[in-house]
């Protein structure tokens, strides 16, 4: 590999470093606002059902896979992909996948940053004790007049735009590593206790129902998409964010148990937030179907009504802010990296320009919220095309040339020796999810969407 390059790129300090970054990026708004929502719209039990099928059969070998391709180069994704294309004598053509998932994480994180901006707006209620004392009603209509307000999501917007970008300027793992270490154990506990929470009320066990009991009737071709969708969004996949901290990995790591690890973690968190809400929502008459604004209708009311709400409902927003920030510079960094170690800039411009360009593209999503929300594009408002266009759409196919490439185009020996698995079996079981299993699952999934199958 060329030693030009190495110089530049940085290294975790230990597989643990690596661990909590990847965790951070994976853990975020995905896992505790998406989730829910999706599955709420989705009927519930099949979705999570499907959902938790792609985790395993599709992201975990996809996730090995793209550990691996950025440990191997040790370079930007796009760089990463010019760089193997050319190692197993294959067309150059592959570095547009690298393109694709820049485009990607710049699309995600216009509107990660506005979503990321509603849950720190919430410190603030939190703090100023807004959900004292207040029933259903009360919290959606605070949540209704927050978000008609352009002016107030702009700045929430900016400001959450702005900690990414001062984090992202100061690399990888002077940033990154530190926030993360306390971050996740303590949004764990928080969730256990929204969980005890959720169980105090008379609609536990339907909300357990709900999520786990599967009714395929409920269930589109959509819907399936949206499941299989969410599987990459939520682990990070498909557009090089686990790629370039791959890429960051020190060689002596084994990706395989690394990256279980990660996806467990990332999987518990979903369903822990899933188990706290729909209790909540079936409680307070809610409908599960109520689209983005799910969690923000629904928590506050536990904080409202529960002991101790007050300085829980502060500390689980101020939580969910840091879970998102740790998500968010790992949507930026491909491009902050490749603009660094190709274009010649410093990180500081680097972060200027790409920051800017996501902050704009962000108002198109605050707007969908309320001055443009009757603007409709195939029938989705702006907010949900750029959301179905990432997730249901850019992040499968990255994903699915990710395993093509890993399972088909790369050189045997190089995936045997750079993923290091303790056995020939685990070996072949990831070869044979990742050249049949997850593409063929893509495949399929979007023949069903367009009709054919
Ligand atoms: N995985 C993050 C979440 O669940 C979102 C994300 C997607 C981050 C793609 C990086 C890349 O919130």
Redesign the pocket.
């Known amino acids: 590999m060329t030693d030009t390059k190495t110089t530049q790129h940085s290294e975790w300090s230990s597989r643990f470093a690596f661990i909590l970054a990847a965790t951070g990026?994976?853990?975020?708004?995905?896992?505790?606002?998406?989730?829910p929502y999706i599955t709420g719209e989705n009927g519930g039990g099949a979705f999570v059902l499907v959902y938790l099928l792609c985790v395993l059969l599709i992201g975990i070998p996809i996730m090995m896979a793209e550990t691996m391709l950025g440990r191997r180069s040790r370079q930007n994704p796009i760089e990463t992909m010019k760089t193997l294309a050319k190692e197993a004598g294959a067309d150059s053509n592959w570095h547009y996948l690298g393109w694709m998932g820049v485009i990607?994480?710049f699309l995600?994180l216009s509107y990660?940053s506005v979503i990321a901006g509603w849950a720190s707006a919430y410190v603030l209620k939190a703090f100023t004790g807004s959900f004292f004392g207040a029933d259903a009603t009360e919290i959606k209509g605070l949540f209704d007049s927050f978000v008609a307000s352009p002016v107030q999501l702009i700045f929430w917007h900016s400001l959450f735009m702005l900690a990414t970008m001062l984090i992202v300027v100061r690399g990888v793992n002077s940033g990154i590593e530190r926030a993360v270490r306390f971050l996740m154990p303590s949004l764990f506990v928080l969730l256990i206790l929204l969980v005890a929470y959720a169980m105090t009320t008379d609609s536990y066990d339907r909300g357990i129902k709900f999520l786990f009991t599967p009714d395929f009737s409920k269930l589109t071709a959509n819907g399936v998409l949206t499941a299989m969708g969410h599987a990459?969004?939520?682990?990070?996949?498909?557009?090089g964010?686990?790629m370039v901290y791959g890429s960051y990995l020190p060689k002596e790591v084994s990706i395989a148990k690394t990256v279980i690890l990660i996806a467990g973690t990332?999987t518990v968190v979903a369903l822990l937030a899933g188990i706290a809400i729909f209790p909540i929502v079936f409680a307070s008459g809610l409908e599960p179907a109520a689209g983005p604004g799910l969690i923000f209708q629904t928590l506050p009311i536990a904080f409202g009504n529960m002991t101790g709400g007050w300085l829980f409902g502060i500390l689980f927003f101020v939580m969910l802010v840091f879970?998102?920030l740790s998500?968010?510079i790992?949507?930026i960094e491909p491009a902050v990296a490749w603009l660094v170690e190709n274009k010649n800039m410093s990180r500081e411009q680097a972060c200027i320009w790409s920051g800017a360009i996501t902050w704009l593209l962000g108002l198109g999503t605050v707007f969908s919220f309320n001055v443009w929300s009757e603007i409709k594009i195939f029938d989705k408002t702006i907010f949900h095309l750029l959301d179905y266009l990432t997730?249901n759409l850019m992040?499968p196919i990255g994903g699915f040339c990710i395993a093509v490439f890993a399972g088909w185009i790369m050189k045997q020996q190089h995936t045997e020796q750079e993923l290091g698995m303790p056995d020939a079996l685990s070996y072949q079981a990831w070869k044979t999810l990742t050249c049949y299993v997850a593409p063929a699952s893509v495949f399929l999934v979007f023949l069903h969407v367009i009709g054919v199958l």
């Open positions: 990026s994976a853990v975020g708004l995905g896992n505790i606002w998406k989730f990607a994480g995600i990660y990459f969004f939520t682990l990070s996949l498909g557009m964010a686990i990332d879970a998102a998500s968010s790992s949507l997730a992040l």
